[in-house]
């Protein structure tokens, strides 16, 4: 049971968030433009490190707010956490 | 039988059996302390070679004495409270389930606090008292029912008084601090991440619960878990009678129980001198001290003592009758003894350490592991790091129980004084030796409960292993109940001897939670029946219940299914159901549909970007049927939007789909359209929705509302009217899931009842379920979302390209649509099925296949069945599938395998009934 | 009472010194790279084979694993798969010459609502077509299949039926690794524990060798086998997958008197347990939600795990949990694996089995050893490319599959 650092909540129990994988994947501004391999990349393939990973989280039981984190993926220690401007 | 408790010992008796025979015992015996004191010797057969077994050890080590009570499938007699009228079994290394349900209750407990202190021995005590001093928010958890760790068995005196004395003081001072709880016969037994540790407290069978999970969330901890005695590995060292001296120890200072008349002790240091004093002075002839070692230990006048020998051989098959030991230089020896005391050092307890993610190294002066480095906010002390005096351990305690309170923000406050504690004598290091060398290994046990000797770990070696890993699991050492508490650290040792590698660069199996066996309805908890998951019923509920419907689990929500007459079974209610909605007018409860109140200046455009179709267009006052995909191009959801206002809509969702909806929108418009200013707001319990369908539901809503104009064209299809309908303030919206003409009337969820009964009470309405509600839907080929999709169909795939805008330049999948596979034209699509035997339902979930007879497997499938019924409007069963390039074969006949039968189907137009849509006005 | 399990072969494997340069490197010594490398040397005489190992063998989700076998997937391509792996199944304690307790005790895989049932009984038919044996069963032949099992109508998600494998079951997962290993070394591949691969070496579009922590290894194809880690090992030669890692954990109970004769899946209440044959319960949980490496699940997915396990087996209440562990396990976006060549020439990839690694084993050890010796892949694994991502032909086998393999 992770203790998750909600900016707007605290530090509170894994439970009451939601995870949202790899964070600053925008959505693309054109996708028309884009290749089948760019939207397949934009669509399926995100950073899977071993270390350092920037996420995103949704304190869904809480102030239903999104916001980044850092985590080491190797010991779940969370470095850092960022609001979404 | 003898009695082995000490003259003069005092206790209230209880009576109690075991195998069979009935026995007394003492309050505040174990069962183990109490067949001990009853010279029951052999409790158990082994596992797998049915070697008789004695009690070994005299806690949660304990690898032997294995029983079964009541209900209780395998419990350790070495940590079982005797209670009057216990009546336990001995197993054979498998506990067995009852029958029986457990009536018990059980409770989880939050708590936060700023130092947790595991283990109330000298050391958990003093580093308590030290964190408490300072104002921190202590929590003690200790998993024995009297405080004091190992005081009690060793009877060593703490600031003047008996330890068990000073413990038990120490812990009611802390106990009466505001700020400390204390918590006994409660197991720290797991270790997670962020200091979150899970406990679980015993509280016996009258407590309320009988068992809690406490759910710690800590600043600090400090493990003051203390140490487990070491066996030795040496030929019938497995035998009733071999016991670990410490054990002993503990049996005649704690319970006043002899667990042998003449005993033997065998040891590599220090601690076992101790035990033999002891138990000499409880009345147990000690016959002779056999210490591994050159120098002796500080024996007891008279005490025999063989330094430099080792225990060769153990006499007796039904348990101990003597001992043969050997030293350089040294004519071999039996001693008669009833008793074999047994002490190779001791290992550090740093299970929960280790879960931690703490990392061990060796510790050449205690030939042990201790704790290495950390990232968790974690202090170790006391026997647990390797520190194995009395006073050291106090000492040691208390400058953790400081540190920690100060890591978590506390000044020193009241100093604790570390009290005195009697002149230790000066200890011979200890000797290293893990097993006895012989030419044969086969009686040389590692692992008791698992019948695992020296021999077999070096079948093990022998075959080309080198990891402990490896050897455990081609041994099974440590794998049993006690979870090789005393096995493990052995076997590596063993490992080691036979590979001749240091121990230090085996290491150990990994530890893993739990530290003792936790129940699984103790897990479980309140999290079970209703509770397991949330029951959600609409505000019409009660009526449904009334009326006799079976309900439908559809999510959390539990949907009326239909509502049978008497003597209707499913099939006939259904069709009733149908024919009433298809000629007059039926009812039924729409109000799980997911709805989510979308407001603020940017609604339209957010709208736009989500589902396929144009939404900014629409009209205040009119409704629109949407989709939303994944940027994937599948179909995520479908519903109806209105529009209130023009910054404010009303989407509604599938049933089962609604949190996921709006999980959805809000994620899009805080991650990728923040500059988007739009709220979404779940209002889904907030209405109670009535569908009124059927060509009679314009009068009956005439009837309802008189003031609202319900003439086609005052109220056209698809827009939406407030009004008042049975004197209710509600919404009416014109659209239809039926192809007939319908209203969904919407009022506030606490008069959905009094609204309802209104409808039922004009005579003319028959209520109908959701059963009759997707035989409508799919006679007018309308898809439901999960069913009749499964994430990999687009709406095209549905026939639903009328609503997948053109003109939008994106929305969220529409680049997906462009994709290889998405644009291949033998994708499958969405068609009825009317079977060449109207009578013949298929079922959902049936293939297709071309051809009328099968050839051998694998045959490629064309597709399924997602929908199938009888159709009373039809005269006939009809089906919906996915079928591959299925709109190009209509008229085609396909083949439904249904066993060794192939059923013909025709391939039609999805949409069945009224394709022209001429019903919907009614 | 004799011992539980029949005596192992006294001769397992040697550790032999790594040489400079090998034919072939599997990286990653567990189920998949020990089965490749048999197959290699059985099926195509290649035996200049290296399985490269950064701890001990068969340690990492092949000693995690619920040791499920079932081979009743919803879609052609995985019914292909996993057919041929359990027809390998059931020859192959003969085939390896190991007792690998190979138990054919079926598998229940139960229906909670409506749609469950809808998905179960697709999935029936289309098991059906694939040859794969299959029955939907009512609640009432639940019960006679495991007596177990509460079919009453008043749980919170009653059981309205199930699906049926009889060819389903479990095998001793050590036993079927050690297997692999012996009979692979027996021909000559080397088994090399303690080598971590930390890079793959890449000049002109092709794969030249690995540098390991004993040293660089040259090799003509380096087959990934790496489960979890298959990113961190495919990243180092500028290939990414479309994987993310995940904990996945399990349990095992004390030592039980036999009372559960099959293995039982649910979905929807988040079950699999079966009854191992020393008399364990062996259950496994839900799949953690975030990206992590580190072996160590979330506690409370024990706990749901617990009140599920209740919900359909109420004798279990006083059982108890022995020991928890946690897999990591490498997810695809649709829970289908990545079985082929990379845009690296010489580099193959086989990951992506999320929770289904281990029933596949000696199939993927097959398909992935063909398409090793012929450099393209065998008909069975080449609908798992890594280029179904681009052109959207998935295998998506959520729905059928979900969490519970």
Redesign the interface.
């Known amino acids: 049971m992770l203790l998750i650092p909600c900016p707007w909540c605290g530090p509170r129990d894994e439970a009451e968030f939601h995870y949202g994988g790899q964070a600053h994947v925008a959505y693309p501004e054109n996708p028309a433009a884009l290749s089948d391999e760019e939207w397949a990349r934009y669509l399926f393939f995100r950073d899977n490190p071993e270390g350092r990973f920037a996420e995103r989280w949704n304190h869904t039981a809480g102030c239903r707010r999104w916001f980044n984190a850092v985590r080491n993926t190797a010991t779940n220690e969370i470095e850092a956490r960022e609001v979404i401007a | 039988m003898t009695s082995r408790r000490m003259a003069g010992w005092q206790g209230e008796p209880v009576r109690f059996r075991f195998d069979g025979r009935d026995y007394e015992g003492v309050r505040g015996d174990t069962l183990a302390s109490a067949l001990l004191a009853n010279g029951v010797r052999t409790v158990a057969a082994s596992p797998a070679l049915g070697r008789p077994r004695g009690i070994y050890a005299a806690w949660t080590e304990e690898p032997n004495a294995l029983v079964r009570y009541g209900v209780e499938p395998m419990a350790q007699a070495t940590t079982l409270d005797l209670t009057e009228g216990l009546d336990a079994t001995s197993l054979r290394g498998r506990g067995r389930l009852s029958e029986e349900p457990d009536t018990s209750r059980y409770d989880a407990v939050h708590a936060h606090c700023d130092v947790l202190v595991v283990g109330a021995g000298p050391a958990g005590l003093a580093a308590a008292a030290a964190a408490a001093g300072t104002g921190a928010r202590v929590i003690i958890a200790d998993d024995r029912p009297v405080a004091g760790g190992s005081l009690p068995d060793t009877a060593e005196t703490v600031g003047g008084v008996p330890g068990d004395e000073w413990a038990a003081t120490t812990l009611a001072e802390l106990g009466g601090r505001p700020d400390v709880r204390v918590l006994s016969r409660t197991s720290v037994f797991g270790y997670y991440d962020d200091n979150y540790l899970v406990a679980v407290e015993r509280r016996g069978a009258d407590a309320y619960s009988r068992e809690r999970v406490w759910r710690i969330r800590a600043r600090q901890v400090v493990l003051a878990t203390g140490a487990h005695e070491r066996p030795i590995a040496f030929a019938g060292n497995d035998r009733p009678g071999v016991m670990l001296a410490g054990s002993a120890r503990a049996y005649a200072n704690r319970h006043g129980v002899l667990p042998g008349a003449r005993a033997v002790v065998f040891t590599t240091n220090d601690s076992a001198y101790a035990a033999a004093r002891d138990l000499a002075a409880a009345g147990v002839e000690i016959a002779a001290i056999v210490d591994t070692r050159d120098t002796a230990g500080h024996a007891q006048d008279g005490t025999e003592v063989l330094t430099g020998h080792v225990v060769t051989a153990v006499g007796g098959d039904e348990g101990v009758s003597s001992v043969t030991v050997s030293g350089a230089g040294h004519v071999d020896r039996e001693i008669e003894a009833d008793l074999l005391l047994v002490s190779g050092g001791w290992n550090p307890l740093v299970h929960l350490f280790s879960q931690a993610g703490g990392e061990l190294r060796h510790d050449d002066a205690t030939g042990s592991f201790v704790p290495g480095p950390v990232r968790q906010a974690v202090e170790v002390a006391g026997a647990a790091r390797g520190v194995f005096t009395l006073a050291g351990c106090l000492e040691d305690g208390a400058a953790a129980g400081a540190r920690a309170a100060e890591a978590a923000g506390f000044r020193m406050g009241d100093a604790f004084r570390i009290p005195e504690t009697p002149a230790e004598e000066p200890a011979e290091p200890a000797a290293h030796l893990w097993l006895v060398e012989a030419a044969d290994y086969a009686t040389h046990f590692v692992d008791l409960q698992r019948d695992v000797t020296v021999a077999d770990v070096m079948k093990a070696t022998g075959a080309g292993l080198r990891s402990v890993e490896h050897v455990k699991r081609y041994t099974t050492a440590g794998t049993a109940h006690d979870q090789g508490k005393l096995s493990g650290v052995l076997t590596s040792a063993v490992v080691g001897h036979a590979l001749g590698l240091p121990l230090a660069d085996l290491g150990t199996t990994t530890f893993r939670a739990p530290y003792v066996p936790v129940g699984f309805s103790t897990l479980a908890g309140r999290d079970r029946g209703a509770l397991h998951d949330p029951v959600r019923t609409t505000s019409l509920h009660e009526w449904h219940v009334a009326y006799g419907a079976p309900f439908e689990n559809v999510g959390q929500w539990k949907r009326p299914w239909y509502y049978p007459r008497a003597g209707e079974d499913m099939e006939a209610a259904v069709l009733r159901e149908c024919h009433a909605v298809r000629t007059s007018v039926g009812a039924m409860d729409a109000s799980t549909l997911g709805k989510i109140d979308v407001q603020g200046p940017d609604a339209a455009e957010f709208l736009d970007r989500l589902y396929t179709n144009m939404m900014s267009t629409l009209k205040v006052g009119a409704i629109r049927y949407g989709v939303m995909c994944r940027p994937d191009g599948m179909v995520f959801d479908d519903g109806t939007v209105i529009r209130l206002a023009d910054d404010r809509f009303l989407v509604t969702t599938t049933t089962g789909n609604a949190a996921a909806v709006l999980d959805w929108m809000e994620e899009w418009l805080q991650t990728e359209w923040p500059h988007l200013r739009v709220y979404c707001t779940s209002v889904t319990e907030h209405w109670a929705t009535v569908a009124l369908a059927g060509p009679g539901s314009r009068d009956v809503l005439a009837g309802l509302a008189p003031g609202l104009a319900v003439d086609a064209a005052s109220f056209p299809f698809m827009t939406w009217r407030d009004t008042e309908v049975a004197g209710l303030a509600a919404r009416v919206c014109r659209i239809s899931f039926s192809g007939e003409l319908a209203y969904e009337i919407n009022v506030n969820a606490w008069d959905g009842l009094a609204l309802w009964e209104a409808v039922m009470g004009t005579g003319t309405v028959t209520p109908y379920g959701t059963e009759t509600m997707h035989v409508l839907r799919a006679e007018k080929g309308y898809p439901i979302v999960g069913q009749d999709t499964d994430g990999t169909v687009t709406p095209a795939d549905l026939g639903m390209d009328w609503v997948v805008s053109k003109k939008k330049p994106d929305f969220i999948g529409k680049r997906s649509f462009a994709r290889a596979d998405t644009s291949r034209p033998d994708r499958k699509h969405l068609v009825g099925l009317l079977p060449a035997d109207p009578g013949r339902l298929l079922p959902e979930g049936a293939h297709l296949v071309e051809t009328g007879t099968l050839p051998e497997p694998p045959v490629p499938t064309l597709g399924h069945v997602t929908s199938s019924y009888r159709s009373a409007v039809l005269g006939s069963t009809f089906a919906l599938a996915l079928v591959s390039g299925g709109r190009d074969r209509m008229g085609e006949e396909l083949y439904v395998p249904l066993g060794d039968e192939l059923v013909p189907v025709t391939v039609t137009s999805h949409i069945l009934y009224d394709p022209e849509g001429a019903r919907r006005d009614g | ?5 029949p005596d ?8 032999p010194e790594p040489r400079r340069s090998y034919d072939v490197v599997i990286v990653g010594g567990g189920g998949h790279g020990l089965a490749t490398a048999y197959y290699l040397a059985k099926n195509h005489g290649i035996t200049d084979v290296a399985v490269l190992e950064r ?3 068969a ?1 990492g989700n092949m ?1 995690r694993n619920t040791t499920i076998i079932r081979s009743n997937y919803l879609w ?1 391509e995985s ?2 798969i996993y057919e041929h792996a359990l027809k390998l199944w059931e020859g192959l304690e003969d085939d390896l010459g190991y007792p690998i307790l190979f138990s054919q005790r079926g598998v229940l895989n139960l229906a ?4 469950d ?10 098991n ?4 794969v044996d299959a029955e939907w069963l009512t609640p009432e032949e639940v019960k006679e299949v495991c007596p177990i099992v509460d079919v009453s109508p008043d ?3 009653p059981v309205l039926g199930a699906t049926y494998q009889p060819r389903a079951g479990i095998a001793k997962h ?1 036993y079927v690794a050690w297997g692999f290993a012996r009979a692979a070394a027996a021909m000559g591949v080397h088994l090399i ?1 303690n080598c971590e691969v930390t890079g793959v070496e890449v000049a002109g579009g092709r794969v030249q060798a690995v540098q390991t922590t004993r040293g660089r290894i040259a090799a003509g194809t380096v087959a990934l086998a790496a489960a979890g ?1 298959s ?2 090992v495919a ?1 180092t030669a500028g290939v ?6 995940h904990p996945l954990q399990a349990l095992v ?5 036999p ?1 559960h004769p099959t293995v039982v899946m649910s979905n929807a ?1 988040h079950v699999y347990v079966s009854q191992a044959h ?2 364990e319960l062996v259950m496994g949980a839900g799949i953690d ?6 072996r ?1 699940g ?3 997915i ?3 795990q ?6 359909l087996f ?12 946690a897999g990591i396990v ?1 997810v695809t ?1 649709d829970a289908s694996p990545v079985v082929g060549t990379t845009p690296v020439d010489g580099l193959l990839v086989n990951c992506g089995w999320g929770t289904g690694g281990f029933k596949a084993t000696p199939g993927v050890g097959w398909c992935y050893a063909h398409t090793i010796a012929h450099g393209e892949p065998h008909p069975l694994n080449a609908p798992f490319s890594l280029e179904r ?6 295998v ?1 086998e ?2 059928a599959a979900a969490v519970a393999h």
């Open positions: 009472m004799t011992k539980d399990f192992h072969p006294d001769w397992l494997w040697s550790s701890g001990w063998l340690g000693a052609d019914a292909g909670h609502s409506l749609q049932v809808r998905e179960s009984v697709r999935r029936v038919h289309a059906r077509l694939n040859g749980v919170r998600y050590d524990e880690h990113s961190v990243a990414e997958l479309p994987v993310q890692t109970s004390e030592l039980l008197e009372v209440v020393k008399g939600p975030y990206n992590s490496y580190r160590r979330a506690f409370h024990i706990e749901q617990m009140s599920a396990a209740l919900e109420p004798i279990f209440a006083r059982a108890h949990v022995l020991r928890t562990w490498d976006p991502f681009t052109t959207g032909a998935l998506d959520h729905g």
